[in-house]
């Protein structure tokens, strides 16, 4: 049995979607794995992203003061964007929440401003659980990243979530860039697997950093390359011993095979 390498979006089910039909089919397919591998990219990644989001709906209660103020801020979201979709998860996550609090300490009668403190206190809740407990859903944290800062987010005077610093640090080389470096077969063999005519701004993003690192290898490495390879980041250095547990398996299953791995849905 090959060990279970998580990535991103496997973490955000597990620790932002409590009771979802997403979290079950996260937890079940971990079982079928005797190890199972976090890597410090995937909690960063998580943190910049799906975290990020969720602080973003928090902060519009907030700032708004307005259950149907913040309905409709989401809404006027561009449809397809992935802010909007987050924060509608986030929303239903913060509802499961509260559905599931003693009715004592929930909230959700007809006053506006009520419901939203209510939701607001929700995300607070899940915000700050998920963090703590991010390096337990694994039996390891693997592939550590001393260029990044994994600070826990916190509650600002204003009453908004800081989740800063949600990038390495500029002034520091990438901690992976020795190791990128080092294989430029397998850099090469990841920019074949990325569609040279797709119109996706990841991919031409993905594929302009790995062309870089080939070409110009003495180049110091910065962060935007770092978090531009993305999810050839997983590809490369999950282990021989492991596949590449996503749901993600549109990125992640070209790379994957373009090094001889493997990469699974749960």
């Given at each position: 049995?090959?060990?279970?390498?998580?990535?991103t979006?496997?973490?955000?089910?597990?620790?932002?979607?409590?009771?979802?039909?997403?979290?079950k089919?996260?937890k079940?397919?971990?079982?079928?794995?005797?190890?199972?591998?976090?890597?410090?990219?995937?909690?960063?990644?998580?943190?910049?992203?799906?975290?990020?989001?969720f602080?973003?709906?928090?902060?519009?209660?907030?700032?708004?003061?307005?259950?149907?103020?913040?309905?409709q801020a989401?809404?006027?979201?561009?449809?397809?964007?992935?802010r909007?979709s987050?924060?509608?998860?986030?929303?239903?996550?913060?509802?499961?929440?509260?559905?599931?609090?003693?009715t004592?300490?929930?909230v959700?009668?007809?006053d506006?401003?009520?419901?939203?403190?209510?939701?607001?206190?929700?995300?607070?809740?899940?915000?700050?659980r998920?963090?703590?407990?991010?390096?337990?859903?694994?039996?390891?944290?693997?592939?550590?990243?001393?260029?990044?800062?994994?600070?826990?987010?916190?509650?600002?005077?204003d009453?908004?979530?800081?989740?800063?610093?949600?990038?390495?640090?500029?002034?520091?080389?990438?901690?992976?860039?020795?190791?990128?470096?080092?294989?430029?077969?397998?850099?090469?063999?990841l920019?074949?697997?990325?569609?040279?005519?797709?119109?996706?701004?990841?991919?031409?993003k993905?594929?302009?950093?790995?062309?870089?690192?080939?070409?110009?290898?003495?180049?110091?490495?910065?962060?935007e390359?770092?978090?531009d390879?993305?999810?050839?980041?997983f590809?490369?250095?999950?282990?021989?011993?492991?596949?590449?547990?996503t749901?993600?398996?549109?990125?992640?299953?070209?790379?994957?095979?373009?090094?001889?791995?493997k990469?699974?849905?749960?």
């Amino acid at each position: 049995m090959p060990d279970a390498y998580i990535e991103t979006t496997i973490l955000a089910d597990l620790l932002l979607k409590p009771q979802s039909a997403k979290q079950k089919r996260a937890k079940e397919a971990l079982k079928r794995f005797e190890t199972t591998l976090l890597p410090v990219y995937s909690i960063k990644e998580w943190k910049a992203g799906p975290l990020d989001k969720f602080a973003y709906l928090h902060d519009k209660f907030v700032t708004t003061r307005s259950f149907a103020a913040t309905l409709q801020a989401v809404a006027a979201l561009p449809m397809f964007s992935y802010r909007r979709s987050t924060a509608n998860e986030a929303m239903a996550a913060a509802a499961e929440v509260l559905k599931r609090q003693p009715t004592q300490f929930t909230v959700l009668g007809d006053d506006d401003k009520t419901r939203a403190d209510s939701f607001r206190l929700a995300l607070v809740n899940i915000i700050l659980r998920s963090w703590n407990k991010r390096r337990k859903v694994a039996s390891q944290v693997v592939d550590d990243l001393p260029c990044y800062l994994e600070a826990a987010p916190k509650i600002g005077k204003d009453g908004l979530f800081d989740l800063k610093p949600k990038l390495c640090e500029r002034e520091q080389e990438c901690c992976l860039a020795s190791a990128l470096k080092s294989r430029p077969d397998m850099l090469e063999a990841l920019r074949k697997a990325v569609p040279e005519t797709s119109t996706r701004r990841e991919d031409q993003k993905r594929r302009q950093a790995l062309k870089h690192l080939i070409k110009r290898p003495k180049d110091v490495v910065t962060r935007e390359i770092c978090s531009d390879l993305g999810d050839a980041i997983f590809a490369f250095f999950c282990p021989e011993t492991a596949i590449v547990l996503t749901t993600n398996l549109r990125d992640h299953e070209p790379l994957a095979k373009a090094l001889g791995k493997k990469a699974e849905k749960p």
